[in-house]
């Protein structure tokens, strides 16, 4: 074999590791922030945005219902993805989960009438204190 023809497969081989530590790092955590209109939560491909206008409801639920995955992933404690509810497999109603840790209570988010989300941080005092920031951003109802 004649030297300096392997580059290629090395170049190649270098750009793989890192693509792959990016796409992990990317969905290693939940990544979230707030401002003064909305809620945001990106993880990985996963992302959505929540104008606190648009919340009908924010509950501390233990577990998630039992649901079908669309697409998505689990590994180790986490939970990621898009799923559908046995209980509406005849819709196409989306529910989507960003669990850090499936084994902590986790926010539940409904938005626009039906459209769920359930997130949890790694750590259950940052869920806590999001579970807070979000529930005091509830719109008040009309008497």
Sequence with gaps: MKEGRG???NILAVITVIICL???VLHFKNWTSTD??????????????????DL?????????PPMERLNGFSAFAKEKGVFREFKDSLTDKKVYVFADNIE?????????DSIKIF???KDSVETEQLFKQLSSKLPL???
Excluded: C, T
């Excluded at 990106?42 to 945005?49: E, I, L, N, P, R």
């Excluded at 009908?56 to 998630?64: G, T």
């Excluded at 902590?104 to 626009?112: D, E, G, Q, R, Y």
């Design 104 to 112: 902590n209570s986790k926010i539940k988010l409904v938005h626009h």
């Design 7 to 9: 580059w290629f497969w």
């Design 56 to 64: 009908d409801s924010v509950l501390l639920e233990e577990r998630i």
């Design 119 to 121: 997130i949890n941080l």
């Design 36 to 53: 003064n209109e909305g809620f945001r939560v990106m993880s990985g491909f996963y992302y959505q945005k929540i104008k606190f206008s």
């Design 22 to 24: 990016f796409a992990f």
């Design 141 to 143: 109802e009309p008497n």
